[in-house]
């Protein structure tokens, strides 16, 4: 997965769908994200250098029509200081929990791209 955000931004917020794989109760992960901690962190690809690590995140439901299955979020808004150096970025999610630790995402490794701006976000004149 691919994220896109520019140098010294706060959105759009990052944010991963909770998804139903069919290894485990969709209904029981739910109940078990509802009792658990979940961080955010994320390291420079070109160095290794960690850049957040184990921020506090939420999670939201998406609001659907009755009788759909329920869908949930996991967000993480950042900072001005988590977006003021361009770069490449690996993030991941920590669920966390007494019956252990899950990293997400499983399947595929998430990115950050935090790509330079042409605008000043202090004007000058």
Do not use: W
């Not at 959105?11 to 109760?25: E, H, I, S, Y």
């Not at 961080?39 to 439901?61: E, H, L, Q, R």
């Amino acid at each position: 997965m691919e994220f896109f955000i520019k140098k010294n931004a706060t959105l759009p917020v990052l944010k991963m769908q909770v998804v139903k794989d069919g290894r485990a109760g969709y209904q029981q992960l739910m109940e078990t994200l509802e009792v658990s901690s979940i961080y955010f962190s994320m390291t420079n690809t070109s160095n290794g250098i960690p850049k957040i690590i184990d921020a506090p995140c939420g999670i939201v439901p998406l609001d659907l029509p009755a009788g759909a299955p329920p869908e949930y979020y996991i967000y993480f808004q950042f900072t001005e200081r988590d977006t003021n150096t361009p770069g490449r970025y690996a993030g991941e999610f920590l669920i966390r929990n007494d019956e252990g630790n899950l990293i997400l995402p499983i399947r595929d490794e998430l990115y950050i791209n935090v790509q330079d701006s042409f605008s000043s976000v202090d004007p000058c004149c």
